[in-house]
């Protein structure tokens, strides 16, 4: 590793598993004081082990459930009180609801947006002032994707995405492949 992250403090949600736990690894291997936290506690603090075990630091809040405001607030607030700022946030934790378009109710289209754009947005304002104050330019998030997509989602719609079911949909997404059980028909 190159400690390119040196003494940054990053905060990714959602370590509790997947992309976040990775996340949380890499960047504690690249020098950085990792602030994680997961609405799931036992998953969070197998990470935060799993980090220690590499000889790396994390600490982490959890359960803590940041698609309310509240959570993303407290989540923000703690990093800053025991680290002085913030350097990146990673907006990682996330879960959807996926269904074609006209069967999706009306509880799972509001799961789906308060847990991908709700989290993202409520940890992004919290976090604002903090990245701001300390020269960062950018949250990252899932990259937005177009395409047509008769099998969509709300979880696709509040990444700017959408899923084609069509046998040229692979084609019109760039190449991708179904990434998620049945996505691409
Ligand atoms: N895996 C993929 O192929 C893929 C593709 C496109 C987008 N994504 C998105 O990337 C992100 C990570 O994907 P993954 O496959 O690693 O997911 P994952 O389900 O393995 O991990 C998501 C983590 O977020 C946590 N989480 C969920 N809601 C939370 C909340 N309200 N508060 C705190 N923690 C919460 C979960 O407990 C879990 O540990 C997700 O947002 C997902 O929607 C994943």
New binding site residues.
Partial sequence: MTARLNGKVPLI??T?????RAAARLFAAEGAIVVG????AD?NSETTELVRKDGNTMTSIAP????EPA?AQAWIDSAVEHHGGIDILYN?????RFGSFPDVSVEDYEYTIR??LG?TWHCTQAAWPHLISRGAQCSCA?QSRVSTAPRSSA?GACRGEGRGDGPDAPARSGGRRA??PGELG
């Fill in positions: 949600s959602g509790g598993s997947g992309m976040g936290t997961d609405v799931n998953a803590l459930d940041v698609s959570g990682n934790a996330g879960d959807t847990n991908e989290i899932d979880g990434r998620y």
